[in-house]
């Protein structure tokens, strides 16, 4: 059976929910990532400085040993293999030998080398006899030197001058009768000390320029990364029940766009939400008024009614106001079903066979009516499907068929297989749809123009115009779509278009 042209209309509608804002932090998320960037750095260089002192404190240490251990190697070394200038002889005498060293050494500017001879009744103290850049205290701190010389280490530390002194000495070896005489290098480490502490010093003046430019630098990064947030919470300030079209600008593919994309899709979810609920109370409104009214005014005859025929109105009066409460419990029935449509259980997909499905389909059908009924067509293949609202949808149809046609005509029930999927369709051989109404009839509580008795093809079972708007969300749910043909000869061709996903 060939068929032609369809037309099809979908409407969406829009909704808003109002809700109660939250409560503002203490402190806005900008200055907590500020803070928290700031405790960050400042242990970072905390850490920095500490580690930078030890190390420099740790390398000055070493370069103090390593200071004393060679100026008395070179000591030891001068007195093994040095030589009189005046004689060209080795030393015999203490004091030329500490004065010629001292003379030709050139120490570090917190280093002292001093020669001590422990003579009565005053030791004598021999010193560079070159001006040097630094006035070095030991030279005059005698009671230290003595307690240098008494100490029968070769070397340690003491406190000399407000500071703290690491020295080595190196013992010479005397004649019998000679006084005691040694070579003693001393470094007055607070002020190698100072350099590091200057060091120190920098770095901490550094660190304090590098936190200010961070905290700079963050709060205008963190308002700027921040700016979509505060989008999309004003956004969210300003949707009213009566406005929820508003959507936040994507910009970027990054975290804060995702959130912003994700927040779009949460309102237009939203928004259809209301928009079902909107349509749910207003056709219920619109169309429960008419039968309520039609009840009402019965009841109120009937009320009056008096004489002999009071008998006989009551009970016309009681079959017309069941017709309208029946036909009211009708139009509940649809709109609810249209209310669920929107829910994700709706359709629940299990996997089906066409071809039992259209046969069911064709069974129940002919139940429906005195007419012509023709299985034109079964599709053989295994479909996932909603088996209950499929069927649901073309018992709709095939009651819309009924309707439009007379007892004795033809309606065809079928399935065909399609390149991505399958249809299933209902034709009839009545007056078939006007093409103005074609463009309305899918719509809810819209009927055809069509006078009489075939005045609906959009009224279904309920006569309220939901009939057809149902089977469009059945195929809808189902991921397809409805589409009508004008069946060759006359009459109306109605199919349900599936796709396999």
Known sequence: MTTGRTTRRTTTGSTTTEGKARAPSRFSARFRILVWLLVVMTVALTTVVLTTRSILQSDLNERIGMILTQETAEFDNFVTHGRDPDT???????????????????????????????????????????????????????????????????????????????????????????????????????????????????????SGVALLMTCAVSWAVAGSILAPVRLVRATAAQLTEQDLTRRIPIRGRDDISA?????????????????????????????????????????????????????????????????????????????????????????????????????????????????RWELAGVAEREMSLDAQRITQAMVQLAQNAVQHTEPGQRVWIGSQLTDRGARLYVADTGPGVPAEDAEVIFERFRRGTTAGRRGSRAGGGSGAGLGLSIVKAIAEGHHGRVELWTTPGGGATFELVLETS
Not at 161 to 181: D, F, L, M, N, T
Not at 273 to 296: C, K, N, S, W, Y
């Open 88 to 206: 060209g002889q080795r030393f015999t005498d203490a004091r030329e030998l500490l004065t010629v060293h001292l003379q030709r050494q050139f120490p570090e500017p917190a280093e002292e080398l001093l020669g001590f001879i422990r003579e009565s009744p005053r030791p004598t103290v021999i010193r560079q006899p070159r001006e040097i850049s630094t006035r070095l205290p030991l030279y005059e701190d005698r009671a230290s030197l003595e307690r240098i010389a008494d100490a029968p280490e070769r070397s340690g530390t003491l406190r000399a001058g407000g500071g703290e002194v690491r020295w080595a000495k190196v013992p010479i070896a005397g004649g019998e009768g000679e006084p005691a005489s040694m070579f003693i290098v001393a470094f007055h480490a607070d002020r190698g000390q100072s350099s590091v502490n200057n060091v120190v010093g920098i770095l901490l003046a550094i």
């Open 259 to 371: 959130l912003a994309e994700t927040f779009n899709a949460m309102l237009d979810r939203l928004e259809r939400a209301f928009a079902v609920q909107r349509r749910f109370v207003d056709d219920a409104g619109h169309e429960l008024r008419t039968p309520i009214t039609i009840v009402r005014g019965h009841l109120e005859l009937m009320s009056q009614g008096e004489g002999p025929d009071s008998v006989r109105d009551r009970r016309e009066t009681v079959r017309l106001v069941t017709d309208e409460l029946d036909r009211m419990s009708r139009i509940v029935e649809d709109l609810l079903l249209l209310a669920k449509t929107e829910r994700p259980d709706f359709v629940q997909p299990a996997p089906v066979q066409l071809a039992e499905l259209t046969a069911d389909v064709f069974v129940k059908a002919r139940a429906l009516g005195d007419r």
